[in-house]
């Protein structure tokens, strides 16, 4: 009961008629056992995007009751880890590069998905910032730092949710396996802050037996490792000797008791009695049921994120009231033109479910009279075809195991396979007493057609091709997903048919630490220059034809996903070259932005009105076309900011150190100065700042009050809606501390773990509120401060504390539109 039975199950007691129970991913709807297309929400990033606290209430609860639907105990959501690394491949997955913005969300979400009496399951804890080299790297994140920022989210949602679950991740923290930290596991988290439930490790997170159990993981997944098969029972028996011979680190003390377990499974128990699984429920059966109304939370939520950048021709929304403003003809144009890319890749990827597309839903806005020229002018599509039948050898290929993780010394076995692919995990584990297995494939094929192909190279963990002995790729130098959880690299192989092609796939896991195999070689014909021109071509025409261009770029679940990160923060492929060739074929061009992190903007001022839709989820072209018509306006304001190069923000401000690492280790050294921070305190104009986002109608606010006492405060700001339609604005509030002149701040930097150091960061956000409004109506935006609000976390006494002095208290629309400044003193 304290591992995995399969990927996704663990085992109850038939003695005590406890029955199995499941855990899914999360966290834009629910996988189930059987990964059924359900209810996908937009990513993370475009939900807190929406700044809106009500609509991820309304959100967990549709997912959670999905989540009852199929049987679902624990839905492994959400992803709090912030936005430090703009190219993480994981941005999408997670809230904000804000703390407080990542906490409000991530609570309300929590509440509503175990209103329904499923359990969330927080993730990932802690300091998993990253991709590259996840499974090894440690974070090197500073007390003070953990404190203010990466802790929060995890705080808030104990002491605030209750949260049932949380997942350790897979990265060291300060050189030690969060997954073995008992410091984070349980000084922290269950003795100072009160959590109740029970721990999981994030899949194969595990590198020994004792230690973790010990720091306070409750159960292991998936199957397969370290507690499995009567692994714990030894331990439990044998003591010390056997924990030694088992961990790869020994603990000379170290001994599991039964005690110890009891402690393990009573946190279980509790969680399984609170999901009602002790009362003799039997029913497994998963079922789906589509509900109309998901359908239509899918599609306001996904205009609630969406963000207008700007719209400095007024050419938005494209239908007023009264017509098109003459347009009779829209070019759709770019790769997201037919069917903006819905979600990012890896475990959080989910099926797409029957949707209408994008030429489909603006069809039902505009008339007859409109013509819709859509082309998609390049493919953003990364994935291959299998290797052709007819080129593989009757002989198959050969199979070569290493016990271990890389390829040394004589194989353990050798195999045969029919051919590719090979998939080698549980019971078809072929060397039995090794946990980590290496593996080189040989096969030989024999090509039909001449000419230059691209040959991907695909595994569940680091990958490299060899062609008649070249490398072809290596996907630890460049990776890309080619389906949930298989990273491939590419390389293009000049083939000559009847001539055969000696391949070689070599297949390690000095980085991973999954028992799985699985590997794959497949073959695409490349796609001849001309015809690429000919496409962009046939798009920058259509735009010089029509009376308005909309350009919808982006990435996709190829380009964003788990286990990596992104190579660069460009749009990838020419899609850059592209814009601009709308945008000088016709002035009226919006651009939209699909994707599920900040990308580089270079043509901005260009375009006549930018919108970003993130990943908006299944019903994502419905919603772009309500909010490029004008029937939703784009609610959305940035969770993070949109720098103008990776060097303007803290990860690349010392590359490899700050990002991806060096020596196994990266190192956080900006401290608190997170995203617009960092900026702030270094004096660098990011292209859009974190808050920032325009609206189809205007406000006026009127001057704030502060009322209550230091620290209960409460902010209060009327705000009008000046124009003639309906909208929402999001009043947010800054904090500031007089003590910081702004040659200070580099100290923070320096020495972010400074004592008892009371430097703050330029400004810090502390509250916000979301309010929506009719033509010509006044509401009461209220924020509440309280003494977490001005605290910085005192490494002198490790508690929090408030530093005397003049605080500042900004009204804002964004970090960088500061509405109205207000003054509290502090003795
Ligand atoms: C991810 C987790 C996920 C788990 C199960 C891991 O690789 O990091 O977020 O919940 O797989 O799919």
Redesign the pocket.
């Given at each position: 009961m304290l591992h995995g039975r399969g990927?996704w199950e663990v085992a109850g007691c038939e003695r005590l008629a406890i029955p199995e129970w499941t855990l899914s991913?999360?966290p834009v709807g629910v996988r189930g056992r059987k990964m059924a297309k359900g209810l996908m929400m937009p990513a993370p990033i475009a939900m807190a995007a929406s700044w809106d606290v009500a609509l991820l209430a309304t959100s967990g609860e549709a997912i959670g009751q999905e989540a009852r639907d199929r049987k679902v105990q624990v839905l492994?959501a959400p992803?709090v880890n912030l936005h430090r690394v703009p190219t993480s491949g994981r941005t999408f997955e997670c809230y904000s590069e804000d703390p407080h913005l990542s906490a409000r969300m991530a609570v309300a979400f929590i509440q509503a998905v175990q209103a329904q009496g499923v359990g969330a399951c927080i993730?990932?804890f802690v300091a998993n910032e990253q991709e590259t080299d996840r499974f090894i790297i440690s974070s090197e994140v500073a007390e003070r730092t953990l404190r203010e920022l990466y802790f929060v989210p995890f705080e808030a949602a104990v002491k605030e949710a209750d949260v049932k679950a949380v997942?350790g991740s897979?990265n060291l923290v300060c050189g030690t396996q969060a997954c073995a930290n008992h410091w984070l596991l349980t000084d922290v988290l269950r003795d100072e802050w009160g959590f109740s439930g029970f721990v999981v490790t994030?899949?194969s997170a595990l590198h020994s037996a004792v230690e973790p159990m010990l720091a306070g993981i409750d159960l292991e997944?998936p199957t397969g490792g370290y507690w499995a098969d009567g692994k714990l029972a030894e331990l439990v028996k044998n003591g010390d000797t056997t924990a030694a011979a088992l961990d790869e680190t020994a603990l000379d003390e170290a001994v599991i008791t039964e005690a110890v377990i009891d402690e393990r499974l009573g946190n279980i128990l509790r969680f399984l009695d609170w999901a009602g699984r002790l009362q003799g429920e039997t029913n497994h059966e998963e079922t789906l049921v589509e509900r109309p109304h998901h359908t239509d939370l899918a599609r306001k939520a996904a205009t609630a994120g969406t963000v207008l950048v700007h719209n400095r021709k007024g050419l938005l929304p494209l239908l007023p009231e009264k017509g098109l403003k003459g347009t009779q003809s829209i070019a759709l144009l770019g790769p997201g033109s037919q069917r903006p890319c819905p979600g990012g890749g890896?475990?959080?990827e989910l099926g797409l479910r029957d949707s209408p597309d994008l030429p489909t839903a603006l069809r039902e806005h505009l008339g007859k009279g409109v013509t819709i020229n859509q082309l998609p002018c390049l493919s953003l599509d990364r994935s291959a075809p299998e290797l052709p039948q007819q080129w593989l050898s009757p002989e198959g290929a050969t199979l070569e195991f290493y016990a271990g993780r890389s390829i040394s010394g004589e194989p353990a076995l050798i195999q045969t396979n029919a051919g590719v692919p090979v998939m080698l995990f549980g019971g078809n584990w072929p060397v039995e007493d090794s946990y980590y297995l290496s593996m080189r494939q040989r096969l030989s094929i024999t090509p039909d057609v001449s000419g230059p192909w691209r040959l991907c190279g695909a595994g569940m963990s680091d990958v490299r091709l060899f062609a008649d002995g070249q490398l072809v790729s290596d996907n630890r130098s460049d990776a890309f997903s080619l389906g949930p959880g298989l990273y491939a690299a590419e390389g293009i192989v000049n083939l000559t048919a009847g001539q055969p092609c000696e391949l070689v796939l070599e297949h390690t896991s000095e980085r991973q630490h999954l028992r799985f195999i699985v590997s794959d070689i497949r073959a695409d014909p490349v796609l001849d220059s001309a015809e690429s021109e000919a496409d962009m071509q046939a798009g920058v025409k259509a735009a010089a034809d029509a009376d308005v261009a909309v350009v919808v770029v982006g990435s996709t679940a190829h380009w964003e996903t788990?286990?990596f990160d992104r190579s660069t923060l460009e749009l990838p492929l020419h899609q850059d070259e592209l814009v601009r060739r709308v945008i000088a074929a016709n002035p009226n061009t919006v651009v939209v932005v699909n994707s599920g992190a900040p990308m580089l903007l270079p043509w901005l001022d260009e375009a006549a009105a930018v919108l970003v839709n993130w990943y908006p989820g299944q019903e994502g072209a419905a919603a772009l076309a309500d909010v490029l018509v004008g029937a939703a306006e784009p609610a959305g304001r940035m969770p993070v900011t949109w720098p103008y190069c990776f060097e303007d923000t803290p990860a690349g401000a010392n590359t490899p150190s700050t990002h991806p690492g060096i020596d196994g280790k990266v190192f956080y050294s900006e401290g608190v100065l997170i995203g617009h921070r960092w900026l702030d305190a270094n004096k660098i104009d990011p292209a859009v700042p974190f808050g920032h986002g325009g609206s189809y109608t205007s406000f006026e606010w009127d001057e704030p009050e502060l009322a209550g006492e230091f620290p209960e405060l409460i902010v209060r700001v009327n705000v009008r809606n000046t124009g003639t339609r309906s909208g929402s604005e999001v009043v947010q509030c800054y904090l500031s501390h007089s003590y910081l002149s702004h040659s200070d701040l580099s100290q923070i930097a320096e020495s972010p773990n400074s004592g008892d150091s009371p430097l703050h960061p330029p400004q810090w956000l502390a509250g916000f509120t979301k309010l929506q409004l009719s033509p010509g109506e006044t509401t009461t935006a209220e924020i509440p401060l309280n003494f977490r609000s001005f605290a910085y976390w005192n490494t002198n006494n490790h508690d929090w504390s408030i530093a005397p002095g003049t605080y500042q208290i900004h009204l804002a629309r964004s970090s960088r539109d500061v509405a109205f400044i207000l003054e509290t003193q502090v003795t």
């Amino acid at each position: 009961m304290l591992h995995g039975r399969g990927i996704w199950e663990v085992a109850g007691c038939e003695r005590l008629a406890i029955p199995e129970w499941t855990l899914s991913d999360g966290p834009v709807g629910v996988r189930g056992r059987k990964m059924a297309k359900g209810l996908m929400m937009p990513a993370p990033i475009a939900m807190a995007a929406s700044w809106d606290v009500a609509l991820l209430a309304t959100s967990g609860e549709a997912i959670g009751q999905e989540a009852r639907d199929r049987k679902v105990q624990v839905l492994l959501a959400p992803t709090v880890n912030l936005h430090r690394v703009p190219t993480s491949g994981r941005t999408f997955e997670c809230y904000s590069e804000d703390p407080h913005l990542s906490a409000r969300m991530a609570v309300a979400f929590i509440q509503a998905v175990q209103a329904q009496g499923v359990g969330a399951c927080i993730k990932h804890f802690v300091a998993n910032e990253q991709e590259t080299d996840r499974f090894i790297i440690s974070s090197e994140v500073a007390e003070r730092t953990l404190r203010e920022l990466y802790f929060v989210p995890f705080e808030a949602a104990v002491k605030e949710a209750d949260v049932k679950a949380v997942m350790g991740s897979y990265n060291l923290v300060c050189g030690t396996q969060a997954c073995a930290n008992h410091w984070l596991l349980t000084d922290v988290l269950r003795d100072e802050w009160g959590f109740s439930g029970f721990v999981v490790t994030d899949w194969s997170a595990l590198h020994s037996a004792v230690e973790p159990m010990l720091a306070g993981i409750d159960l292991e997944m998936p199957t397969g490792g370290y507690w499995a098969d009567g692994k714990l029972a030894e331990l439990v028996k044998n003591g010390d000797t056997t924990a030694a011979a088992l961990d790869e680190t020994a603990l000379d003390e170290a001994v599991i008791t039964e005690a110890v377990i009891d402690e393990r499974l009573g946190n279980i128990l509790r969680f399984l009695d609170w999901a009602g699984r002790l009362q003799g429920e039997t029913n497994h059966e998963e079922t789906l049921v589509e509900r109309p109304h998901h359908t239509d939370l899918a599609r306001k939520a996904a205009t609630a994120g969406t963000v207008l950048v700007h719209n400095r021709k007024g050419l938005l929304p494209l239908l007023p009231e009264k017509g098109l403003k003459g347009t009779q003809s829209i070019a759709l144009l770019g790769p997201g033109s037919q069917r903006p890319c819905p979600g990012g890749g890896g475990s959080a990827e989910l099926g797409l479910r029957d949707s209408p597309d994008l030429p489909t839903a603006l069809r039902e806005h505009l008339g007859k009279g409109v013509t819709i020229n859509q082309l998609p002018c390049l493919s953003l599509d990364r994935s291959a075809p299998e290797l052709p039948q007819q080129w593989l050898s009757p002989e198959g290929a050969t199979l070569e195991f290493y016990a271990g993780r890389s390829i040394s010394g004589e194989p353990a076995l050798i195999q045969t396979n029919a051919g590719v692919p090979v998939m080698l995990f549980g019971g078809n584990w072929p060397v039995e007493d090794s946990y980590y297995l290496s593996m080189r494939q040989r096969l030989s094929i024999t090509p039909d057609v001449s000419g230059p192909w691209r040959l991907c190279g695909a595994g569940m963990s680091d990958v490299r091709l060899f062609a008649d002995g070249q490398l072809v790729s290596d996907n630890r130098s460049d990776a890309f997903s080619l389906g949930p959880g298989l990273y491939a690299a590419e390389g293009i192989v000049n083939l000559t048919a009847g001539q055969p092609c000696e391949l070689v796939l070599e297949h390690t896991s000095e980085r991973q630490h999954l028992r799985f195999i699985v590997s794959d070689i497949r073959a695409d014909p490349v796609l001849d220059s001309a015809e690429s021109e000919a496409d962009m071509q046939a798009g920058v025409k259509a735009a010089a034809d029509a009376d308005v261009a909309v350009v919808v770029v982006g990435s996709t679940a190829h380009w964003e996903t788990e286990n990596f990160d992104r190579s660069t923060l460009e749009l990838p492929l020419h899609q850059d070259e592209l814009v601009r060739r709308v945008i000088a074929a016709n002035p009226n061009t919006v651009v939209v932005v699909n994707s599920g992190a900040p990308m580089l903007l270079p043509w901005l001022d260009e375009a006549a009105a930018v919108l970003v839709n993130w990943y908006p989820g299944q019903e994502g072209a419905a919603a772009l076309a309500d909010v490029l018509v004008g029937a939703a306006e784009p609610a959305g304001r940035m969770p993070v900011t949109w720098p103008y190069c990776f060097e303007d923000t803290p990860a690349g401000a010392n590359t490899p150190s700050t990002h991806p690492g060096i020596d196994g280790k990266v190192f956080y050294s900006e401290g608190v100065l997170i995203g617009h921070r960092w900026l702030d305190a270094n004096k660098i104009d990011p292209a859009v700042p974190f808050g920032h986002g325009g609206s189809y109608t205007s406000f006026e606010w009127d001057e704030p009050e502060l009322a209550g006492e230091f620290p209960e405060l409460i902010v209060r700001v009327n705000v009008r809606n000046t124009g003639t339609r309906s909208g929402s604005e999001v009043v947010q509030c800054y904090l500031s501390h007089s003590y910081l002149s702004h040659s200070d701040l580099s100290q923070i930097a320096e020495s972010p773990n400074s004592g008892d150091s009371p430097l703050h960061p330029p400004q810090w956000l502390a509250g916000f509120t979301k309010l929506q409004l009719s033509p010509g109506e006044t509401t009461t935006a209220e924020i509440p401060l309280n003494f977490r609000s001005f605290a910085y976390w005192n490494t002198n006494n490790h508690d929090w504390s408030i530093a005397p002095g003049t605080y500042q208290i900004h009204l804002a629309r964004s970090s960088r539109d500061v509405a109205f400044i207000l003054e509290t003193q502090v003795t």
